[in-house]
């Protein structure tokens, strides 16, 4: 389809919207004749709510790869009253190689059906007559709307540059339009063309502003349709706008022809919104790798919590006891409590005041029922699933909110540093876990797959986070059998969740190992799970024990409990190719609810020598050297020679040659070629800029002016050593202007603890860079700037768009809602033709106090 190149937003080639139109419609003939419709019976086709949830576009005017698209009619009714209606969904393979197909765009088709010989004359006179022109119109030049529109990103051009008589008055206009036919080979074969359709869109965005006028000032793109009738071809165009909001029109199509004066296209309310624009943004350090004691510094621990495990574990011991009179003496709970009645367990629990907890709901109900369930007259599944508390338990069990915020906290992390991870959910049940996941993250991902073992939990899903629908996909998937059986891409994930799901898997390996398979190198598993000495255990055993799943890991082991210890974790994650435990939630968490939540990383040679690049080394090396000539600057206080030293210790047996110099001064920058790899401690010992001589800068040009490796400790950067940030800044231009030049900062606040070995690491990662950076099948991200904090933290640099100061300037073209403390902003009661409604002022604008 060449002619799709004259359709571009933002230099990209991108589908009109125009094009789901035209394909709907298309398919509601092919559907007429499927339902043996001849095609003069067929009087109106009409698509209402329709909406466009994803763009599909094309990576560049070469790309011949095509994006692969699913059409689909669903919910097709018989002929009722002479109509025919059905579901219309468009889907595409969204994002490079990306083989999911994400929903695109739906509506829902309604065809009327005319049998009888007036069928023809009929269709021509139902839609409105074109009405007469409207007075005082002006004339525009078409070179006028498509340069304005080209300033806004919008690139109308060949066919899609149809409009040719323009004329408009304020919320009007009347154009002409050449036929897409004219200009495009394929029109004939459809009833109406998009090029056609998106002419009379077009003539919306004319008929609200006229080209420079100030009204349009940003890029506006399609959302939803109302409605669009169809019974071909030329328009009118008469505007709607609800203020704040965009801009939307109703468009008339009519032929050229003077017997014909009724339209045959209607289209009602075609909106435009207006794209957000992220003019301010600030620079933050993040953690390079995640940190479980950062991410559990807001969970909170309340005394009521430990309070609580107790209740549970003394209801457990009651009920217990009654269903067997012996208790082993060693027991872990209280002795007094083996002399309960059911009075003293209800008192303990009003004295809590935990009556409608619903960890203790569903514990009595357990209770009260599984007498009944030993002589066989009913069983716990089905009261768990008439009286509604297994969901609620999973959603509000004990310890379940704090943990998905710690899993939340954790993701975040990760988006911080990379805001485009395609994420995957296993076993996400009502969604608990995701809901803080998505609350925390918000819309800096890529992808968001949503699984369980059955799709029974799509429908209420897909309805509860309907705000992130165009980066959700909902799959069925069993972590026990093999996901790429089950229709998953192996290796294909940057993330993988599963909380509170993988110990409910006959055989851990087997499931841990089917994780694996679904991460690329790099990947991250974030793992929630009780383990077998935790303080979960009393009151997880005796609500879930009462279910066979419970005992699903017996054959291998596993008979008080299916749960298991932290350390026995890391034995399993390390057999499926994992590196074990990265890092977990701290004690505390682990004390107060019996949870161990923890980040493992998915490895192979390539990781392996990412993270101990040192290890690795030595352990897969022949004889030959890893480096051939390592150069290092430095050394002229004692403190940068000890580094150095160390250094050169650590960096011989590695490198064919180590040439220390103990000044940028005396470098001999003869010695230098694209395979030298060089470490300059010069800024360490002084700023290289702040007394900056001749000689030092012409062996600094030197030294970046050509492909080589260049690692440059630093410290202070941030705080008392400001002239630091010159050295960072000349290296990022020259990087820019030398593409194979590779520089790494690393920033240190506190000197004394730089470990040479540490920077050994850093110089073998940056002499790898370009082969792990480049590799898209691994998540390696090399990063030229770090900081080393005082806790010994690894951080680096992201810019993220500074909320409010974007939200006050995006506000001038629509209304932005948000929360607002009225205690700290001083906000306005506005009127307005809709209503009314609080608007928050700026600090430099004033409202006059009301008197008393």
């Given at each position: 389809m060449p002619w799709l190149e004259g359709h571009q937003v933002q230099n990209?080639?991108?589908?009109?919207?125009?094009?789901?139109?035209?394909?709907?419609?298309?398919?509601?003939?092919?559907?007429?004749?499927?339902?043996?419709?001849?095609?003069?019976?067929?009087?109106?086709?009409?698509?209402?709510?329709?909406?466009?949830?994803?763009?599909?576009?094309?990576?560049?005017?070469?790309?011949?790869?095509?994006?692969?698209?699913?059409?689909?009619?669903?919910?097709?009714?018989?002929?009722?009253?002479?109509?025919?209606?059905?579901?219309?969904?468009?889907?595409?393979?969204?994002?490079?190689?990306?083989?999911?197909?994400?929903?695109?765009?739906?509506?829902?088709?309604?065809?009327?059906?005319?049998?009888?010989?007036?069928?023809?004359?009929?269709?021509?006179?139902?839609?409105?007559?074109?009405?007469?022109?409207?007075?005082?119109?002006?004339?525009?030049?078409?070179?006028?709307?498509?340069?304005?529109?080209?300033?806004?990103?919008?690139?109308?051009?060949?066919?899609?540059?149809?409009?040719v008589k323009l004329e408009r008055k304020l919320g009007k206009a009347a154009c002409v339009a050449k036929k897409a036919r004219t200009s495009t080979p394929d029109a004939d074969?459809?009833?109406?063309?998009?090029?056609?359709?998106?002419?009379?869109?077009?003539?919306?965005?004319?008929?609200?502003?006229?080209?420079g006028d100030d009204q349009f000032r940003l890029l506006h793109l399609h959302r939803s349709i109302a409605k669009v009738r169809v019974s071909p071809v030329v328009l009118t165009s008469r505007e709607y706008v609800e203020p704040g909001e965009g801009f939307s029109g109703c468009v008339n199509m009519y032929s050229d022809s003077p017997d014909l004066p009724h339209a045959a296209v209607q289209v009602d309310?075609?909106?435009?919104?207006?794209?957000?624009?992220?003019?301010?943004?600030?620079?933050?350090?993040?953690?390079?790798?995640?940190?479980?004691?950062?991410?559990?510094?807001?969970?909170?621990?309340?005394?009521?919590?430990?309070?609580?495990?107790?209740?549970?574990?003394?209801?457990?011991?009651?009920?217990?006891?009654?269903?067997?009179?012996?208790?082993?003496?060693?027991?872990?709970?209280?002795?007094?409590?083996?002399?309960?009645?059911?009075?003293?367990?209800?008192?303990?629990?009003?004295?809590?005041?935990?009556?409608?907890?619903?960890?203790?709901?569903?514990?009595?109900?357990?209770?009260?029922?599984m007498p009944r369930v030993f002589r066989g007259e009913t069983t716990m599944l089905g009261h768990f699933r008439t009286s509604g508390l297994l969901d609620e338990y999973y959603s509000h069990g004990f310890g379940t909110k704090q943990s998905t915020m710690w899993v939340g906290s954790i993701i975040k992390q990760l988006t911080n540093r990379n805001p485009h991870l395609n994420m995957l959910e296993i076993g996400a049940g009502a969604g608990g876990a995701t809901k803080s996941i998505l609350g925390a993250i918000g819309h800096d991902f890529d992808s968001y797959t949503f699984t369980d073992i059955s799709s029974s939990f799509f429908e209420n899903a897909a309805e509860t986070?309907?705000?992130?629908?165009?980066?959700?996909?909902?799959?069925?998937?069993?972590?026990?059998?093999?996901?790429?059986?089950?229709?998953?891409?192996?290796?294909?994930?940057?993330?993988?969740?599963a909380f509170m799901v993988v110990h409910a898997c006959a055989r851990l390996d087997e499931a841990v190992a089917n994780l694996r398979k679904l991460l690329k190198p790099g990947g991250l598993l974030v793992l929630g799970e009780g383990v077998s000495d935790g303080a979960m255990q009393a009151g997880a055993g005796f609500i879930f024990g009462t279910l066979p799943g419970w005992w699903r890991g017996v054959d291998e082991g596993r008979t008080l409990s299916p749960l298991v210890n932290a350390s026995e974790w890391k034995a399993i994650l390390k057999r499926a190719g994992f590196s074990g435990i990265d890092t977990m939630s701290p004690p505390r968490l682990f004390d107060a609810f019996g949870i161990t939540l923890f980040v493992s990383t998915a490895v192979d040679k390539r990781i392996e020598f990412a993270r101990d690049p040192l290890a690795t080394t030595a352990a897969g090396r022949d004889s030959g050297a890893v480096l051939e000539s390592v150069v290092i600057v430095g050394g002229q206080t004692p403190a940068v020679a000890d580094l150095v030293k160390g250094l050169s210790t650590v960096l011989t047996?590695?490198?064919?040659?180590?040439?220390?110099?103990?000044?940028?001064?005396?470098?001999?920058?003869?010695?230098?070629?694209?395979?030298?790899?060089?470490?300059?401690?010069?800024?360490?010992?002084?700023?290289?800029?702040?007394?900056?001589?001749?000689?030092?800068?012409?062996?600094?040009?030197?030294?970046?002016?050509?492909?080589?490796?260049?690692?440059?400790?630093?410290?202070?950067?941030?705080?008392?050593?400001?002239?630091?940030?010159?050295?960072?800044?000349?290296?990022?231009?020259?990087?820019?202007?030398?593409?194979?030049?590779?520089?790494?900062?690393?920033?240190?606040?506190?000197?004394?603890?730089?470990?040479?070995?540490?920077?050994?690491?850093?110089?073998?990662?940056?002499?790898?860079?370009?082969?792990?950076?480049?590799?898209?099948?691994?998540?390696?991200?090399?990063?030229?700037?770090?900081?080393?904090?005082?806790q010994g933290?690894?951080?680096?640099?992201?810019?993220?768009?500074?909320?409010?100061?974007?939200?006050?300037?995006?506000?001038?073209?629509?209304?932005?809602?948000?929360?607002?403390?009225?205690?700290?902003?001083?906000?306005?009661?506005?009127?307005?033709?809709?209503?009314?409604?609080?608007?928050?002022?700026?600090?430099y604008e004033t409202v006059e106090k009301l008197m008393p």
């Open positions: 990209q080639i991108v589908l009109p919207a125009a094009a789901y139109v035209s394909t709907a419609i298309e398919a509601a003939r092919s559907l007429a004749r499927v339902r043996g419709i001849k095609t003069e019976a067929l009087q109106l086709i009409e698509l209402s709510d329709f909406h466009i949830h994803n763009a599909v576009t094309f990576d560049d005017q070469t790309d011949t790869g095509g994006v692969e698209t699913q059409i689909d009619i669903s919910h097709v009714s018989a002929v009722t009253n002479n109509q025919i209606t059905a579901m219309f969904t468009y889907s595409a393979a969204l994002g490079g190689d990306s083989t999911d197909l994400a929903l695109a765009d739906t509506s829902e088709l309604r065809m009327v059906v005319v049998l009888g010989d007036d069928a023809a004359s009929t269709s021509l006179t139902l839609l409105p007559e074109r009405q007469p022109k409207p007075p005082h119109v002006i004339s525009v030049e078409p070179s006028r709307l498509y340069g304005f529109m080209e300033s806004l990103e919008y690139d109308f051009a060949g066919p899609f540059g149809s409009l074969a459809l009833l109406i063309h998009s090029v056609d359709l998106d002419a009379a869109f077009q003539s919306v965005m004319l008929a609200y502003s006229y080209p309310q075609v909106s435009f919104k207006p794209v957000d624009r992220n003019v301010f943004y600030k620079m933050h350090w993040v953690l390079s790798k995640p940190d479980g004691a950062v991410a559990a510094a807001d969970v909170p621990v309340a005394s009521d919590d430990h309070d609580l495990m107790f209740v549970l574990s003394r209801i457990a011991v009651f009920y217990l006891r009654q269903f067997d009179a012996t208790v082993p003496e060693d027991d872990t709970a209280s002795l007094e409590w083996l002399d309960d009645e059911e009075q003293d367990v209800l008192d303990e629990i009003n004295a809590k005041g935990v009556p409608d907890n619903w960890d203790v709901r569903i514990m009595l109900l357990v209770g009260k029922t986070f309907s705000d992130w629908q165009d980066l959700m996909v909902f799959k069925v998937c069993n972590a026990e059998n093999d996901p790429v059986e089950q229709g998953f891409q192996e290796g294909t994930y940057d993330v993988v969740i047996p590695l490198a064919s040659q180590v040439l220390p110099y103990d000044s940028l001064e005396q470098l001999d920058n003869d010695v230098l070629d694209t395979k030298s790899v060089v470490v300059s401690f010069a800024d360490l010992e002084a700023p290289v800029f702040k007394d900056l001589t001749t000689e030092r800068w012409y062996n600094l040009r030197k030294l970046f002016e050509t492909e080589r490796s260049i690692l440059c400790p630093t410290s202070g950067r941030l705080e008392d050593e400001p002239y630091c940030n010159m050295t960072v800044g000349f290296g990022r231009s020259a990087m820019h202007e030398e593409e194979a030049l590779r520089v790494q900062y690393v920033d240190v606040v506190d000197t004394s603890k730089i470990d040479p070995r540490k920077i050994a690491e850093y110089l073998l990662r940056l002499d790898a860079a370009t082969e792990l950076d480049g590799d898209d099948a691994i998540l390696y991200t090399h990063e030229p700037e770090t900081i080393i904090d005082a933290r690894e951080l680096v640099p992201r810019l993220f768009p500074i909320v409010d100061a974007n939200n006050r300037l995006n506000s001038t073209t629509r209304p932005i809602f948000h929360p607002v403390d009225v205690g700290k902003s001083v906000v306005e009661l506005e009127q307005h033709v809709g209503g009314s409604r609080f608007r928050q002022l700026s600090r």
